[in-house]
């Protein structure tokens, strides 16, 4: 028998636990993304709005050719991201890391985008490189999305210093909406230490991942100038959610409203089904968050439905039972058939990434003791 040292806590307010990377709970029992979420009521939206008005026109009144790069996959966010620069009289170059798992309703929105009015590239990095690069960051940290995330944050910045392009428009900050320092979650600017905590990286650059198999100009892509750089370069690299009220339903409802496609089929991993729903690798990026933290994509999801009003706790925690660990079987053949391993070699790496801190077990079977959900199937 394998037990933890210490229970995990719950947020009394959401249902995110405090093994979720930059979340914190304090003595009142409440995470500081729900904390940061309040202060959301006491912001004058307006007001920021003009400030990003202010953005939008020293961008233009400083280019000379494209005023801003924005960073999209064609998804909710993104299509509402464009939506907003274009509002505000941005001419943008769109600027899209073409996943090798991309979906067919992911191609349809990211062409729905494109026909909002934007130049596009989509940047395909070569597929070799790319297995290379996955397996060795799966084999490190039990992490598909290390080249996905490396690639998002860094080609964007790479074009817009070499072309002289003013202005970056990021979407959310993370740090805000799901737990982060007091700085972290009320700047506006995405720099270099975001991007060490909250770029999804585990704190690697493409030098890390230099090996026999993977040439410093292999991960070409995977470098770029650091937000220190660029800024000294005149690019600044804003989030969009700071000056606009960030709320995944009425993301969604914008990106809809101009062409947008929810997944008929429902949600490919999580409760939302107008999210992670371009790419068939993502719900393995966020099913290994149940070894790792003992979590799912729909805590989450639950988790912002409840800070917005739209659902209690009680019945987040019933639908998180109703939809028990979501394990994405057929997206796992698909990224096992991309990347030449077998399921069972898959299965095999994936538990070494399994906590100890906060799994047990015993007779055979795992479980996580005085989880939040009761009744919870551990079979």
Not at 266 to 273: I, K, P, S
Not at 300 to 327: K, P, S, V
Request: with cysteine.
């Amino acid at each position: 028998m394998v037990s933890g040292s210490d229970a995990m806590r719950y947020c009394r307010k959401c249902v995110l636990p405090d093994t979720r990377p930059g979340l914190t709970i304090g003595d009142t029992g409440v995470c500081n993304a729900c904390e940061a979420h309040a202060t959301k009521e006491s912001i004058d939206w307006a007001q920021r709005e003009k400030l990003f008005a202010e953005v939008a026109r020293e961008a233009r009144t400083s280019a000379s050719g494209y005023d801003c790069v924005i960073p999209v996959s064609g998804g909710k966010d993104s299509t509402w991201q464009v939506v907003k620069c274009l509002e505000h009289g941005l001419t943008p170059l769109a600027v899209t890391w073409k996943t090798p798992g991309r979906t067919r309703i992911g191609q349809r929105n990211l062409d729905n985008l494109v026909q909002l009015g934007v130049d596009h590239i989509d940047y395909k990095v070569n597929s070799e490189t790319e297995k290379k690069f996955m397996r060795a960051a799966f084999e490190r940290f039990g992490a598909t999305a290390i080249p996905m995330h490396m690639a998002i944050f860094n080609i964007p910045v790479s074009l817009a210093v070499r072309s002289r392009i003013p202005l970056i428009v990021w979407g959310e900050n993370s740090a805000f909406e799901y737990g982060g320092t007091e700085e972290q979650r009320t700047g506006f600017s995405l720099d270099d230490a975001w991007l060490e905590k909250y770029g999804v990286t585990h704190g690697t650059t493409a030098r890390d991942w230099v090996s026999v198999e993977l040439t410093e100009k292999d991960l070409a892509a995977y470098s770029g100038p650091s937000m220190k750089e660029a800024a000294a370069a005149g690019v600044r690299a804003v989030f969009l959610g700071y000056y606009f009220k960030w709320d995944p339903n009425a993301t969604a409802a914008v990106a809809e409203a101009n062409g947008f496609e929810r997944d008929k089929e429902g949600a490919r991993t999580g409760y939302y089904d107008h999210a992670d729903i371009d790419d068939e690798f993502i719900s393995v990026h966020h099913w290994m968050k149940w070894y790792k933290f003992g979590f799912t994509r729909a805590f989450d999801n639950l988790a912002l439905e409840i800070r917005n009003g739209r659902l209690e706790r009680d019945a987040a925690i019933e639908i998180i039972r109703q939809y028990g660990e979501q394990r994405p079987d057929a997206d796992i053949r698909r990224l096992t058939d991309f990347l030449g391993w077998t399921t069972d070699g898959f299965f095999d790496r994936a538990e070494k990434f399994r906590n100890p801190e906060i799994w047990q077990c015993e007779n055979g079977f795992w479980s996580i003791p005085d989880f939040l959900v009761p009744e919870w199937s551990w079979s």
